[in-house]
């Protein structure tokens, strides 16, 4: 009789695995649960989808269950896994839709549980029109309520990239929009100097923006949200987004005797091995390792639950595959602003102990004489002892951020300045200066 | 008494050398002289000065005579050097205003005379109409005859980067361009399935794209051209440019008895010396040599130009710098189509004896349901026995090309598909699919 692998979860780490997992041992029998209505989309699109950019919710679905169907992979939606039981192989799960709980064996058994939205303990959160944005339903909601309600100011609460990106779509709808982050800057996985940039150009655009400030409760009239208790005094608003990070889905997980990592993300090895015997986790709800520091660190990202969901399904299906580690490469836009981080920010090497220097450039996206020639700044960091460079960040417009990548392809190699400074990078008035600002940063080492 | 550098040439290697010698050795004398009545200009933005992308000529001048002289670096232009003296240390000259001839000493030479366009020997090369690019001078004198001659149908013999670019810009003039290549297939440094993208987009927008045809003589009416004879028939046409390659403006290093190299450019090391002690040659008049093979090799570029000028200029001021050799990284535009390469193409390598394998995938440059995703092509080449990425070509759309540098880092540092495969790029909606088409591309050879 075939082997059976389930997997729970059925976004980015749950159908990765499975797909994978299918391919490199087709007799496997592979059986997807997980408690949302919708499978396989791009959560990532869903500020854009809440600005009109994306207009139809079938744009952010990558495939269907019916398509994983022909792939022979089962999905079952709205099924809510409520108990794992190791040493018997077997999962307790609830219909959603009439509560019938039933029990399902495994050979291989797949976590891909993802993460919820972290929502702080304010009072008044139960007023209309405060929201998260995780899921497809969150998306529809607050489409509805901008709808609706036509909000005229809105306060996002967190100045990670979730925020930031909805700042551009609430503008799109019409929205003042006020800014609100509890720590020092925004964009809180960049240095302080970087952030700065993104921080006056949101100023600029006419967002009010309030860092090292904290949110303390919400004010109603009527049922609905119209301020904000702020340690800066009342801000009113009559939309809130509470994007204060994320929290893993790991309580099954612990419930199970699973052990637990960083941020209470589940501990897995490089091969997503979990610490029970034939269950690996994936994704969001569970840990990663730092290619620079070894480190286990908690950076859910669509992209690392992508890579995590396929080392899982090709382990879980017979192969033999490792994480190579991860470099909390992240990209963002807001409004017309471009922003890109790699490896480790100057401000986390201090922490880590790692002796460094930092140098940051202005230069242009394109030949300076090129029509739409962008400002781009870019933030270096490189170890004193191994000359090996640790970090980079890019702030710019038109085309600035991407650049990143030259840079995470860099430092995943482990190259110094030295290898890097006259790299042949390619050069031609509308895509560069003839000295890349990538190179003119490196330069600064010489 | 201070020692006294002296620089042949104004542009990218020329002045690039003058800068980097003052600044590491600011006691020395820096003498530049130019046959040109222009320097240090972008040779690269020409065609976008044709097209009036550029509009004022001052814009592609990087730095004036008087700047220069401002860094105690004494530049005389309309002077060229008509003989180097090696036992002497002394260089001949003529003014070219009063053909007065002097001579200079030295105790260092850069020769940095630049190519100079190969123009095929062609009868009726005489008539008016019948261009080359490669000086401001050039440019100025086709700007002049497309606004008074207002040609209708322009022919492009040679189509490397030069020749598609100004099809753009010939396209902006509202010429019907004619595109003749004497090879199998255009942009002859990328293999022939990836030109074919580019062939057949040229073609759908109306471009007439000729290969394999050779051009034999030009027919003029009234000192005009009115149309070339090739192998596939006479072509009408009331305009022509010559984009058939360059070469390099080496006779007078042969003739003061300095060693040539492969298409007869200026032999130098890696620390840009010629064979004649204290002359060191750099940038379009000079070798380099390819970081994969060790071989020497003539790619002229901007780029190349530039950071051979800078370590000519560090060694002639005393440093030690030494060139880590090119990858011939390029790229280029033409219309919205974008094209680029790095490393070795397929057909390099199997010239050079590489065993390798190919693969090419096509995907979108942002998140397929994000508005603006554009079409990319991406081919890789690695190695079959060490597993080392040795090329990549890029044809697409919306930011395909630029993503050509994180192969050219990752070429760089020598590494393999397995040390890529995962690597942890940036994405987000607007910037990427979740598996940037780098990273699709490099899958497919787990």
Chains 1, 2 share one sequence.
Not at 125 to 152: C, K, V, W
Not at 311 to 340: C, F, H, K, Q
């Amino acid at each position: 009789m075939a082997e059976k692998l389930v997997v729970i979860g059925g976004v980015a780490a749950g159908m990765s695995a499975a797909s994978k997992a299918k391919r490199v041992n087709p007799a496997l029998e592979v059986q997807v649960y997980t408690d949302d209505e919708f499978i396989s989309y791009a959560g990532c699109g869903l500020p854009y989808f809440i600005g009109d950019v994306i207009l139809a919710k079938q744009d952010l679905i990558a495939k269907t269950a019916e398509q994983f169907a022909r792939q022979d992979i089962a999905v079952e939606t709205s099924v809510r896994a409520i108990q794992i039981k190791p040493a018997d192989k077997t999962v307790i799960l609830q219909r959603l839709n009439n509560d019938e709980i039933f029990a399902t064996s495994y050979d291989r058994l797949v976590i891909a549980t993802g993460a919820r939205p972290f929502v702080p303990a304010l009072k008044n959160l139960d007023l209309n029109g405060i929201f998260t944005l995780r899921t497809i339903h969150d998306s529809l909601n607050i489409r509805r309520y901008i709808a609706e309600m036509q909000p005229q100011k809105a306060l996002v609460v967190g100045g990670g990239y979730i925020g930031l990106e909805m700042i551009e779509n609430l503008i799109l709808h019409g929205c003042e929009v006020i800014l609100v982050e509890r720590a020092p800057h925004i964009v809180p996985n960049m240095d302080e100097d970087m952030a700065q940039i993104v921080h006056d150009y949101l100023e600029s655009k006419g967002v009010s923006v309030l860092t090292s400030t904290d949110i303390n409760g919400l004010v109603g009239e009527n049922k609905i949200v119209c301020a904000a208790e702020s340690s800066q005094g009342n801000i009113d608003c009559d939309f809130v987004l509470l994007s204060t990070g994320v929290i893993p889905n790991s309580e099954i997980a612990a419930e199970a005797g699973l052990a637990l990592g960083v941020k209470n993300a589940i501990r897995v090895n490089e091969r997503m091995e979990t610490s029970a015997d034939s269950i690996y986790a994936a994704g969001d709800c569970a840990v990663t390792y730092h290619l620079l520091t070894g480190q286990e660190v908690y950076i859910p990202m669509g992209t690392t639950a992508n890579k995590q969901g396929k080392i899982a399904g090709e382990n879980a299906g017979g192969g033999n595959a490792r994480s190579a580690g991860v470099l909390g490469t992240g990209i963002a836009r807001v409004l017309d602003l471009e922003m890109a981080r790699t490896g480790l920010s100057e401000n986390e090497c201090t922490r880590l102990g790692f002796e460094v220097s930092s140098r940051t450039i202005s230069a242009k996206t394109a030949a300076r004489y090129y029509p739409g020639a962008g400002d781009i700044h870019v933030k270096l960091t490189v170890d004193n002892n191994s000359l090996r460079v640790l970090g980079g960040q890019i702030v710019g417009f038109s085309g600035a951020a991407k650049r990143i990548d030259t840079l995470a392809a860099s430092i995943t190699t482990g190259a110094t300045v030295k290898q890097l400074i006259d790299m042949d990078l390619a050069y031609s008035p509308p895509f560069s200066p003839v000295w890349d600002p990538v190179l003119i940063a490196l330069n600064q080492f010489a």
